[in-house]
């Protein structure tokens, strides 16, 4: 489960293999292996670039937990939160 949240980040924030590997220091290939093989396992290391890009998904990709009242959000959560604050600003 850590993978497909993991992935999930990923498609979320947008980004491509070549601006991940840019970020995080783990090349482009590795990347496009996890997103495309399901049989690839996720390292230790690819996860840590990963809480690092986005410290606030960290509790969400250990353990599939939330708690917004200490900033720890998931993909998810900040796009249905995004929609209720615009909803509220219209």
Request: hydrophobic content about 30%.
């Amino acid at each position: 489960m850590i993978k497909e949240r993991v992935i999930t980040i990923i498609k979320h924030s947008g980004m491509k293999n070549p601006e991940l590997e840019a970020q995080t220091g783990i090349g482009r290939y590795t990347w496009q292996n996890i997103r495309n093989k399901p049989e690839r396992e996720l390292k230790t290391e690819e996860i840590e670039a990963v809480v690092k890009l986005y410290p606030h998904y960290a509790l969400w990709i250990a353990s599939g937990e939330i708690a917004p009242e200490i900033g720890q959000t998931s993909p998810e959560y900040d796009e249905v939160n995004s929609k209720l604050d615009s909803r509220a600003e219209g």
